[in-house]
Nanobody
Framework: QVVLVESGGGSVQPGGSLRLSCAAS????????????MSWYRQASGKERELVAKIIGAGNVKHYVDSVKGRFTISRDNTKNMVYLQMSSLKPEDTAVYFC???????????WGQGTQVTVSS
């Protein structure tokens, strides 16, 4: 089991910025964080959960949903078992609960954090 803990959410005005952090850990066995592809998802009220950004284990390949391209940046620090989502030029439609996800390299297991609320409003 991989435990993911998100932080950094909050309330901002349109045009503002936030940096989300996700700390990954595993107590039961050796944890090679660099083998896990990591993603940020979000779910707005009444809508389906959507993939926002993804970064592969080595960190050299990234993907973003079109609506956040140029505004959000996903990154990771494999020495600290951390993944980040830097969000700028935030819009009201970015309001959602943001979840960190880890994809196990050893099987089909996916792990999720509990989410952090991001609210963008005036």
């Amino acid at each position: 089991q991989v435990v993911l803990v998100e932080s950094g959410g909050g309330s901002v005005q349109p045009g503002g910025s936030l940096r989300l952090s996700c700390a990954a850990s595993r107590a039961a066995s050796r944890f090679t964080f660099s083998l896990y592809n990591m993603s940020w998802y979000r779910q707005a009220s009444g809508k389906e959960r959507e993939l926002v950004a993804k970064i592969i284990g080595a960190g050299n390949v990234k993907h973003y949903v079109d609506s956040v391209k140029g505004r959000f940046t996903i990154s990771r620090d494999n020495t600290k078992n951390m993944v980040y989502l830097q969000m700028s030029s935030l819009k009201p439609e970015d309001t959602a609960v943001y979840f960190c996800q880890a994809q196990s390299p050893y099987g089909s297991s996916q792990y999720w954090g509990q989410g952090t609320q991001v609210t963008v409003s005036s």
